[in-house]
């Protein structure tokens, strides 16, 4: 159980993170936060945006923040799998003989930075998804298990197209969050070069280590869902399926696919952890409304209507959070007003001790009352 110590030390934590990544990083808050909601979560994340604004620069500073081993991989078109993941060599021993011995590859690290991920051909993409999804690797029908904690942030342009692999869904699916990191402002672009004129080596100092990100996680864990917000964040993650029992009507308008049960997954275990950074013991309504953003964009396969219309993952997701906030409202109301007495429902009315010896069926609990 989670106790008022917990939550100090867990709070303290994350305020000593943030403060050694902004010496580093000018701004980007909401891609800071998320990318070290993810980490504490056990999750991957997906950086997105233009070049030189600082996706690089973030990964490496989380690599000196976290007291861990980093390593950083340039994907380009003619990279291998072996060159991700490591190979057999042969080698020889005192005696001579020759034998064949594992090289591991820069993927055994516990920070994987994998830069310009789309550049890589899709078979070399995929020699992340084991290591992404199980944390193990398996080279010649031998599994690695990946030393924990162990993440990946993978950083990608939308922009420029020659030469780019776009990655496949079931990669996608494993990632966490996918950030958008935009253009500074003038104010920010103003500190930037002031900062870097200085010295364009990161300064952040180690303040968290593996095991503490570990207990980090487990007291994140334990934080307590109430069983109307998980219905509530289940609802969120339905409502982006156009042909499901909730589907919203913005899905059934611009969502070819809609986000597979990893988003529930990750939009609950990201929820605790936010909740932690605010000083809570519980999950709130707030906590899955400004996550679901990062959760949903890259879950959800756009129809031909909505790139047509110009309407972004993002534009959906603000009206299914919309859209089910005003339903979910509706029924809880409805809820809160039934009414408490039987009788008021045309329910036969029997004693308590009546009730105790012989308990109705429920299919009866609502028939014609005894004239």
Do not use: W
Request: glycine share 6%; charged share 25%; proline share 6%.
């Amino acid at each position: 159980m989670v106790t008022e110590e917990n939550l100090q030390d867990f709070r303290k934590l994350c305020d000593d993170i943030f403060a050694q990544l902004r010496r580093d990083v000018i701004g980007q808050t909401e891609v800071v936060e998320g990318t070290v909601i993810a980490m504490i979560a056990g999750g991957n994340v997906l950086l997105e945006g233009v070049p030189g604004v600082g996706k690089t620069r973030l990964v490496r500073s989380l690599g000196r923040v976290f007291n861990m081993p980093f390593s950083r991989i340039q994907f380009t078109p003619d990279l291998m799998p072996a060159d991700v993941t490591g190979t057999n060599i042969i080698v020889k021993d005192d005696k001579g003989n020759s034998k064949f011995e594992f090289q591991p590859g820069p993927i055994f690290s516990n920070i994987i930075l994998a830069d310009e991920i789309n550049r890589a051909t899709p078979k070399t993409q995929s020699a992340l998804l084991e290591a992404m999804q199980e944390h193990t690797v398996t080279v010649m029908g031998v599994s690695r298990k990946m030393n924990e904690p162990f993440f990946v942030l993978a950083t990608q342009n939308p922009v420029e197209q020659d030469g780019t692999y776009p990655l496949p869904e079931a990669q996608m699916d494993r990632f966490m969050f996918k950030l958008i990191v935009p253009n500074p402002g003038l104010d920010e672009l103003m500190q930037i070069v002031n900062m870097t004129q200085a010295t364009m080596a990161e300064v952040a100092e180690a303040v968290c280590s593996g095991d503490q990100l570990l207990e980090m996680r487990k007291t994140a864990n334990q934080i307590p869902v109430a069983e109307d917000v998980m219905r509530y964040a289940m609802m969120l993650c339905a409502a982006t399926h156009p042909t499901g029992e909730c589907a919203s009507n913005a899905a059934k308008k611009y969502v070819r696919l809609g986000a597979s049960p990893r988003a529930g997954q990750a939009l609950i275990s990201a929820a605790k952890v936010k909740a932690l950074i605010k000083g809570r013991f519980n999950v709130a309504y707030s906590d899955l409304n400004e996550l679901a953003p990062a959760v949903l964009r890259h879950r959800m396969k756009m129809n031909f209507e909505a790139i047509a219309e110009r309407v972004s993952p993002d534009d959906v997701v603000k009206m299914i959070i919309e859209e089910v906030g005003k339903s979910f409202s509706l029924h809880a109301k409805a809820k809160a007003e039934k009414p408490d007495e039987p009788a008021a429902q045309d329910v036969p009315t029997e004693t308590q001790d009546e009730q105790e010896q012989t308990p109705a069926p429920k299919k009866k609990k609502f028939g014609r009352s005894k004239k």
